[in-house]
């Protein structure tokens, strides 16, 4: 069954009166990447909180396959939905594959038993990540990209069915950032909804379906197909800059970059 996570209208404000969104729509389907974007501080780590269910919106509702978010327990949740913060630092020691392991709480509860079954999750998430040769490595003695990618193979061991991303890619190199993208891709195809945030506008045309512009106004600017939504207008208007918008030489899809103020391209 294809699952569906639904934003309706939503608003929030960490302060009274200074909301960090405003009325905002949005859809995570089984079978689809969607992507986040905008400038720094838009409010798109808040969206996916509000999403995951962390924080509640003071207007508007989060619904998870047509019922209140709020209605589901928090392992109901976190077997349906899995969350990669954009940066998680564990307060004590452990190797990679114990910080894999603990994706498989939702199934076990933090103090049980892993079973085979939880063991080969783990491992299959390792391979998916290709973080397997980390495997008995301490994961505080990783570097940020290797950190980044465990942590995925985390949340994957978790087997929610909706996978919710905050920049997994920011610490990895061009080759890992486009693996990480083509497994999110193969996960799609299996039926996961995807909703990933990512500051690489390029990557975002090439693999998400669907794109949704944050301002820093924190209302969506835009949403709809990335041909639609990375126009020069739209991102200029969103990121109070020049923005320039080509075509990718290899993937036919919108090719992005700031003007430097002054630069004359
Ligand atoms: N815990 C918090 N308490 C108060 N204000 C917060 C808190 N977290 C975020 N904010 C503010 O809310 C706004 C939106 O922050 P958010 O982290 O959602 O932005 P973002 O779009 O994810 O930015 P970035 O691209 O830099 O990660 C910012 O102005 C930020 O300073
Ligand atoms: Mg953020």
Redesign the pocket.
């Known amino acids: 069954m294809s699952h569906t996570l639904e934003a309706n209208a939503i608003s929030y404000a960490?302060?009274a009166g200074s909301d960090?969104l405003r009325a905002v729509n949005l859809s995570v389907h089984g079978g689809k990447i969607t992507g986040l974007v905008?400038?720094?501080?838009?409010?798109?780590?808040?969206?996916l909180r509000l999403l995951c269910g962390l924080l509640r919106p003071q207007q508007g509702s989060v619904m998870l396959d047509g019922r209140p978010l709020a209605a589901f327990s928090g392992k109901e949740r976190a077997r349906m939905i899995a969350f990669l913060p954009?940066s998680v630092n564990p307060a004590f020691s452990l190797s990679v594959f114990e910080v894999v392991c603990l994706g498989r709480y939702p199934y076990t509860g933090v103090l049980g038993a892993l079973r085979g079954q939880d063991l080969e999750v783990a491992r299959r998430c390792l391979r998916d990540t290709g973080t397997e040769e980390l495997h008995s490595r301490d994961f505080m003695s990783l570097s940020g990209g290797e950190r980044q990618r465990v942590l995925l193979a985390s949340i994957l061991a978790q087997e929610p069915r909706l996978l919710l991303l905050?920049?997994p890619t920011s610490a990895l190199d061009i080759h890992h950032e486009a693996e990480v993208f083509e497994l999110l891709r193969r996960l799609a195809h299996q039926g996961y909804g995807i909703a990933v945030?990512t500051?690489d506008l390029n990557l975002a045309a090439q693999y998400c379906g669907a794109l949704i512009l944050?301002s820093q106004d924190?209302t969506v600017l835009a949403s709809g197909s990335p041909g639609q939504v990375l126009t020069e207008d739209k991102l200029s208007a969103a990121y109070g800059a020049v923005i320039r918008v080509g075509t990718h030489p290899f993937a036919g899809t919108p090719l992005v970059a700031a003007q430097p103020m002054g630069g004359a391209q």
């Open positions: 960490y302060e960090v905008g400038p720094n501080g838009s409010g798109k780590s808040t969206l954009q905050d920049e945030v500051h944050l924190h």
